[in-house]
């Protein structure tokens, strides 16, 4: 360093107490001795004299974590212008200087406040100068230098974990790498041993090993088994000084687990499964579990079971529960314990998931027997058929068999059926079923118009057994006949032009039926034999189930003919066939000259009368008026006869007001008092019923009569025909008994409500019809005796 100011020269000079301290000055040398710089200062004007430098230093070494009992001495700082008294000030600035590195600044001696440590900072780089305390000013540059720390071995082997998991495949091969731990040495790499690490083992031997250099951890022993032992603990040491005596050290434990694969088959803990079922069971039905144990975790444990072979494979069959690899048994089939009673199954268990390295080790599957015993129930009914289709002419009569169904008790026992239908699958009971040989028959007549299709439910139950039942659907389609006419599409408005010309179509019609022949509808139109020369309009048939309707004649005059109708029978081609009479009403009006109707107005037909249309709305309101007051006059004139019920004791006719109460029969006569219908003469003509006024008069059945007295006769005639024309008359839950026969009458009984002589079966259908004060009679009365079985 140059100046052209001073000629001092500094002086540095560093005592180091331990082997380590190695001064390193370098003479300088360059300028001159004889070079001289003369200049006049600005106060004293003298002659300045550039002298030479002493000595210059780069770095000095200062021992790390220094323990004696003084400050560690530095160095010294001194100048050829210190004159020893006093008068320059010693002054040190840089890294740690004032903290770390304390300087007197009277004698210059530099030392080390406090312990260093390399591994914090491992060199400080700091600048002295020297200042005249009088005048402030520098009598040296400033000069800098280095103090680098030297490195002991103060720090231990740190692994970048306390705890290391790691974990191999189970069955490797010796020196499989686990996994690799690294350990690192604060100590200075460059300086000696003392961050030379070596890896050894401490615990986890013979199973593992590790690299001392690289800290790699390998397998030691061959084929070693999860299933025997699945974790392993290894304590591995970090040692620096290259594992030499009074090296430091640092460990780690590394947590080892074994992981799965698939070296182990599946084996089933018992050669044979002995299970039982019901014969009643369903198809689905689990009958029980069995397990092949394998040792093995995970999807190398996964197992798929099947029947290989057995009698009955096809009656049974396997499934695999995932969540437990169980093999679950199940029915396949419907079991009849008539049948058969023993089923032996073979049943294998393989793995899903086998690993071809094992595959030496034997096959991955066992087997096993699993018998299956049936057991004996009591079953319902069972039909000859899924379902039954049968099929009815709309025609058929009441009482004719549609078909038959066939059930029988699959049981030794064979018991007896009884059959009958499902009442909520036939509310109208059309249909009805003989119980002890299920044929069916109908009722009710049928109409296919109404209902093509009925789909009844037949029950066959167990006579000695009630709780044993089952039902089958039985489909009855109803056949058509042709017993429906065809009739006009739709209401035809048609007219004809007053110019109308000879031949011209003025209207095309077509028919429709309610019945569906097999081969298609096909309709024939003809005029009526009466009007088949018909002067005004001939129909001609288009063959296509529609017919032209031709004017035969030029002009047509309203005031002559406002209307014409025309009748037209239309046929069909079923058997029978079908006809019916259809009338076309034509009305005559006023066209334009392209044939646009302008009017068909009916009023010229009245105006030669003298008869305005406001004179024929008066004279029908007047009409009206008229029939509201002859309506009104005979209303108040039948309430006028109406007297008051029951008003007095003399009337003897008896009435019944409990509907409960059966009564003793046709011989019971001591509960009424017919003594009023010994003589006809004797009874009052002007005697009125007293009772409740119905709500609803409900029309009564009469059977014929029986008898051939006619005075007798005639006088039941009439007092029926009072009853029902009477509207006050009570309801007819009340029984009126008419016992007189007359003189020698060959009748036992004239009621209209006792039964006949006869065995043969009434018809109480109607009793349906009158509504649910009713239901209870039309339930005893209306069904056949299959029903009430």
């Known amino acids: 360093m140059r100046t052209p100011c001073f000629s001092s020269v500094l002086l540095w000079s560093c005592i180091f107490h331990a082997v380590h301290m190695v001064p390193a000055p370098k003479r300088t040398n360059k300028h001159s001795q004889g070079e001289r710089v003369r200049g006049l200062s600005e106060h004293e004007g003298k002659a300045l004299r550039r002298t030479k430098r002493g000595w210059m230093w780069n770095q000095f070494f200062l021992l790390e974590e220094y323990t004696g009992p003084d400050t560690q001495y530095v160095g010294k700082l001194h100048t050829d212008q210190d004159k020893g008294d006093g008068n320059l000030k010693y002054i040190l600035t840089g890294d740690g200087a004032g903290s770390l590195f304390v300087i ?283 379902w039954y289709l049968m099929e009815v002419d709309e025609d058929a009569k009441e009482g004719s068999i549609i078909g038959h169904v066939v059930a029988q008790d699959p049981d030794v026992a064979n018991n007896a059926i009884k059959y009958s239908v499902d009442r909520h699958t036939d509310l109208d009971r059309i249909f009805n079923i003989y119980s002890g040989n299920g044929s069916l028959f109908l009722s009710k007549p049928l109409d296919r118009e109404e209902t093509p299709w009925h789909n009844i439910t037949v029950i066959a139950t167990e006579i000695n057994n009630p709780k044993q039942s089952s ?98 029978i239309i046929f069909d081609n079923d058997y029978p066939i079908q006809s019916s009479t259809g009338t076309l009403t034509i009305r005559v009006c006023a066209c334009d000259s392209h044939g646009n109707m302008q009017s068909c107005n009916a009023e010229a037909l009245f105006l030669p009368a003298g008869l305005s249309t406001g004179a024929l709305v008066a004279i029908l309101l007047c009409i009206i008026i008229l029939l509201v007051l002859v309506v009104l006059f005979t209303a108040l004139k039948k309430q006028r006869k109406k007297e008051p019920l029951i008003i007095s004791k003399d009337d003897v006719r008896d009435n019944i007001v409990t509907y409960n109460d059966e009564g003793g029969g046709e011989e019971d006569t001591q509960a009424f008092d017919i003594g009023t219908l010994r003589n006809p003469e004797a009874r009052e003509e002007s005697k009125l019923r007293r009772d409740v006024i119905p709500e609803t008069i409900f029309q009564i059945r009469r059977t014929a009569p029986l008898w051939e007295n006619i005075d007798v006769q005639d006088f039941i005639h009439r007092r029926l025909k009072e009853n029902d024309s009477d509207p006050a008359a009570p309801p007819y839950d009340s029984l009126a008994t008419y016992a007189y026969e007359g003189n020698d009458s060959i009748a036992n009984s004239l009621s209209s409500l006792e039964s006949l002589t006869t065995e043969a079966n009434q018809d109480y259908d109607y009793l349906s019809d009158w509504g649910p004060r009713f239901k209870k009679l039309a339930d005893m009365y209306g069904g056949e005796d299959s029903d009430r079985d």
């Open 104 to 386: 007197d600044e009277n004698t210059g001696d530099i030392h080390a406040a406090k312990r260093l440590d390399r591994e914090e900072k491992s060199l400080y780089v700091l600048r002295a100068k020297a200042i005249d305390r009088k005048t402030g000013r520098q009598v040296e540059p400033e000069s800098e230098f280095i103090i680098k720390i030297h490195d002991i071995n103060d720090n231990e082997p740190k692994f970048t974990q306390d705890v290391y998991t790691a974990s191999v495949p189970e069955m490797s091969a010796v020196g499989t790498s686990v996994l690799q731990v690294t350990a690192t040495d604060a100590d200075d790499a460059n300086y000696g041993n003392s961050a030379k690490v070596v890896y050894s083992i401490l615990q986890g031997q013979p199973y593992f090993s590790v690299d001392p250099e690289t800290g790699i951890i390998r397998t030691a022993l061959p084929e070693m088994s999860r299933e025997n032992r699945e974790q392993y603990q290894v304590v591995i040491q970090a040692k620096d000084m290259g594992g030499q005596m009074g090296g430091l050290s640092g460990t780690t434990t590394v947590n080892i687990t074994l992981t799965d694969v698939n070296d182990n088959p599946p084996r089933f803990p018992q050669s044979t499964y002995q299970f039982s079922s019901p014969e009643s069971a369903q198809p689905g039905t689990p009958l029980g579990r069995i397990k092949a144990n394998d040792p093995d975790v995970g999807e190398n444990a996964e197992t798929e079971y099947s029947i290989s072979s057995g009698d009955g494979s096809d009656v049974f069959d396997i499934v695999t529960d995932r969540k437990t690899q169980e093999g679950i048994i199940i029915v396949k089939k419907h079991l009849d314990f008539e049948s058969k009673m023993l089923y032996t199954l073979k049943v294998e268990a393989t793995n899903t998931h086998p690993d071809p390295r094992f595959l030496r080790l034997g096959p991955f599957k066992d087997t096993a027997l699993v018998k299956i015993s049936v057991e004996d129930a009591d079953e319902p009914p069972v039909f000859s058929r899924p």
């Open 471 to 568: 039902q089958i659907p039985v489909f009855i389609r109803i056949l058509d006949i042709n017993d429906h006419a065809p009739e006009f599409a739709k209401y035809y408005e048609t007219f004809v032009c007053e110019n109308a010309k000879a031949g011209q179509l003025i209207q095309t019609v077509s028919a429709v039926d309610r019945d569906e022949p097999p081969r298609g509808h096909r309709f024939f139109f003809e005029l009526v034999p009466e009007f088949a020369v018909q002067p005004n309009f001939s129909i001609v048939d288009n063959k296509d189930n529609t017919a032209g309707v031709l004017t035969r004649r030029n002009g047509y005059s309203r005031s002559k003919t406002s209307t014409y109708l025309l009748p037209i």
